[in-house]
């Protein structure tokens, strides 16, 4: 019981950014507070949190260790839920929303099925690149891709994501392989307009470092399904994600490259504000998600 409190208190703390606020909504002293976090500390034997007198901020261990917390504390009120739950039938509205061309390719495909087996559960699905707020905007939960920053939030790891060159078979047979990143300048290329996402370029690991490399090429467009489009004409290599290319590749549509060099993959999350009691309409969403998502041979189809 213990440990199970100061892993919600740490949260917490992270979540609402002060010790004092932590102590008011529980009606306590924030000296206990403090306590909880260096008994937490202590018995990990890491500096999970700097704390000065003016700000509180977490430590690389601390962020990485936040993320497995919601996880876990998520799931334990799952379990809970599921056995409280009974034989009740889910029911109510759900709102959830998913970034644009992800959700059209792998969102939206999933709803009638979802919906068959919940019949009593009506859906409204919001497909947008903006980061929506979920708390602010009233939604129940959302997609989302990419690394995973908000810790105001509760994620729950659905997949991981892996970023790739790919050409077509064509393409690479008239202007050859590209043997290592910096090759990748004397190639036509696919790449965001500067007023799209990635501005950083393309991401590579050179030994334990990530390098970023902004590859040029006569065309470039802010919509990445229409860098995929153009890619599937051999018209360049493009920097696309696995779940938009990995059926092309299985089908040898289109052909990875620079596989060696591909930076560690980031994940596709589910997240949902902070809630006591998860309704039992978002737990089985979430859960459909993962079973989908989990499997290899979905990304394959």
């Not at 003016?54 to 990485?64: N, V």
């Not at 980061?131 to 690394?147: I, M, N, P, Q, S």
């Amino acid at each position: 019981m213990d440990k199970l409190r100061q892993l919600e208190t740490f949260v917490a703390v992270a979540q609402r950014g002060s010790l004092a606020a932590v102590a008011r909504a529980e009606g306590i002293a924030p000296a206990v507070i403090g306590r909880r976090l260096d008994a937490l500390e202590a018995r990990l034997g890491v500096k999970l949190l700097l704390r000065t007198t003016r700000r509180l901020s977490l430590t690389h261990e601390g962020s990485a260790f936040l993320e497995d917390c919601q996880r876990v504390l998520a799931e334990l009120a799952n379990a809970e839920a599921s056995v409280s739950a009974g034989g009740v039938k889910a029911s109510g509205h759900l709102r959830i929303t998913a970034p644009a061309g992800f959700g059209r390719r792998h969102v939206a495909p999933l709803v009638p099925q979802f919906r068959r087996l919940h019949p009593e559960v009506t859906l409204s699905l919001n497909l947008s690149d903006r980061v929506v707020d979920l708390a602010g905007e009233g939604y129940d939960c959302a997609v989302r891709v990419g690394d995973f920053p908000d810790s105001s939030l509760v994620s729950v790891r659905l997949a991981d994501n892996r970023r790739l060159c790919v050409a077509t078979p064509e393409f690479l047979r008239q202007h050859g392989v590209p043997q290592r990143p910096a090759d990748l300048a004397r190639f036509d290329c696919l790449a965001l307009s500067s007023d799209a996402s990635q501005t950083r370029g393309w991401a590579f690991r050179d030994g334990v470092e990530i390098v970023h490399l902004k590859p040029n090429g006569p065309l470039e467009c802010s919509d990445g399904q229409v860098l995929h489009e153009w890619c599937l004409q051999g018209l360049g290599i493009a920097w696309r994600s696995t779940w938009e290319v990995e059926a092309e590749i299985t089908s040898g549509r289109l052909v990875e490259i620079l596989r060696d060099y591909a930076a560690a993959p980031n994940g596709i999350y589910a997240a949902f504000p902070q809630r006591r009691h998860l309704p039992l309409r978002v737990r089985l969403w979430i859960d459909f998600l993962k079973h989908h998502y989990g499997q290899p041979a979905y990304w394959k189809r």
